[in-house]
């Protein structure tokens, strides 16, 4: 009710609610169509792609380390780059996705790769900053778990997707 509309108030939070199913849809493409791909154009076992996953979830985290800094600058003294830094990251993951569906050798690809789950993990540590800051003290906790029912959304386009997935043969 009363704290939901209070949350409502703050822009910046808006602006992720709206942003977070575009967000998401990026994650599909981690998770359902990437190991699809992978297994098909380079011939990969189920044990291969789980080495390939395994060096991905290592980048992540060592994306994720540096995220903290680096939004700790971007946030000291304009917030507002930060938000430059989130709008990047899937443009560099679209350029993967690019370069990915070009077929280079396979050490290109893995190396490629790692640069696609760096870009998914960069904004998070600072992304949950921005919301603290920008939303009022007594509704923060309420403003912080609102981000949920938005990426449920990326569960309606689901079905969609993998008929689309099915439609073309993957």
Same mark, same amino acid.
């Given at each position: 009710?009363?704290?939901?509309?209070?949350?409502?108030?703050?822009?910046?939070?808006?602006?992720?609610?709206?942003? !977070?199913?575009?967000? @998401?849809?990026?994650? !599909?493409?981690?998770?359902?169509?990437?190991?699809?791909?992978?297994?098909?154009?380079?011939?990969? %076992?189920?044990?291969?792609?789980?080495?390939?996953?395994?060096?991905?979830?290592? %980048?992540?985290?060592?994306?994720?380390?540096?995220? @903290?800094?680096?939004?700790?600058?971007? &946030?000291?003294?304009?917030?507002?780059?930060?938000?430059?830094?989130?709008?990047?990251? *899937?443009?560099?993951?679209? &350029?993967?996705?690019?370069?990915? %569906?070009?077929?280079?050798?396979? *050490?290109?690809?893995?190396? /490629? &790769?790692?640069?696609?789950?760096?870009?998914? /993990? !960069?904004?998070? +540590?600072?992304?949950?900053?921005?919301? %603290?800051? /920008?939303? *009022?003290?007594?509704?923060? @906790?309420?403003?912080?778990?609102?981000?949920?029912?938005?990426?449920?959304?990326?569960?309606?386009?689901? +079905?969609?997707?993998?008929?689309?997935?099915?439609?073309? @043969?993957?």
């Amino acid at each position: 009710g009363e704290a939901y509309r209070a949350a409502a108030r703050v822009a910046t939070l808006r602006r992720f609610w709206y942003s !977070i199913p575009f967000l @998401g849809a990026r994650g !599909i493409f981690g998770a359902l169509l990437l190991p699809i791909f992978l297994a098909e154009v380079y011939g990969l %076992s189920s044990t291969q792609l789980g080495l390939v996953f395994g060096t991905l979830g290592l %980048s992540g985290l060592l994306g994720l380390l540096a995220a @903290g800094p680096i939004g700790t600058y971007l &946030l000291r003294d304009r917030p507002g780059r930060f938000m430059t830094v989130l709008g990047f990251a *899937p443009v560099v993951q679209a &350029l993967v996705i690019v370069v990915i %569906s070009l077929r280079p050798p396979l *050490p290109v690809a893995l190396a /490629v &790769l790692q640069l696609y789950a760096v870009a998914e /993990v !960069i904004g998070q +540590p600072g992304g949950y900053t921005l919301i %603290s800051y /920008v939303v *009022p003290a007594r509704v923060r @906790g309420l403003g912080l778990q609102t981000t949920v029912p938005w990426q449920l959304l990326n569960l309606l386009v689901l +079905p969609f997707l993998v008929a689309t997935m099915h439609r073309f @043969g993957l």
